[in-house]
């Protein structure tokens, strides 16, 4: 196993452990659900977006793998004080990533870049793509999105 290897399982065990922003958000200004029919991970994503098209704050909830939370907390930590443009830019990036290409040098994926491998491992791609697919929709106006067709 290697130091990226170790670190990734860390982090995401971490994350499934004690997910960040795990709760119903109050008022949100978007919503939208994400389904993966094929292994029952469904998430909500709540967003608050204020007049600037800053994001202010995300929460979600939902199930799913330990992957799938651990992307949808890492995805809530990253998105905060963002605006639309900048969220849309992250989740080209991380889709890419994850699909095995390789991130734009001008973005800054901070933590996001320990799923940097899971292309290594074509039937995980989807959960860690679900809750972003939850987020686009949402900025889209969707109010639902399935992995299956959108990856």
């Not at 200004?29 to 991970?41: F, I, R, V, Y």
């Not at 469904?42 to 098209?53: A, G, M």
């Not at 491998?117 to 106006?141: E, F, N, Q």
Request: net charge negative; charged share 30%; glycine share 8%.
């Amino acid at each position: 196993m290697t130091v990226s290897d170790e670190l990734y399982q860390q982090v995401i065990l971490d994350h499934n452990r004690n997910p960040r922003n795990f709760r119903k958000l109050d008022d949100p200004t978007h919503e939208a659900q994400g389904l993966n029919p094929l292994c029952g991970d469904e998430y909500t994503i709540f967003l608050k977006v204020d007049d600037e098209n800053v994001i202010r704050e995300v929460a979600y909830e939902g199930h799913g793998c330990a992957i799938s939370k651990a992307s949808a907390s890492l995805m809530s930590e990253e998105l905060m004080g963002k605006s639309e443009a900048e969220a849309r830019e992250l989740f080209k990036e991380f889709h890419g990533m994850i699909l095995g290409n390789e991130p734009d040098k001008s973005c800054n994926l901070g933590k996001l870049a320990v799923f940097s491998g899971v292309w290594k491992y074509p039937a995980r791609v989807k959960c860690a793509a679900l809750c972003w697919h939850a987020l686009r929709s949402a900025l889209d106006g969707d109010d639902v999105v399935s992995t299956e067709g959108k990856m």
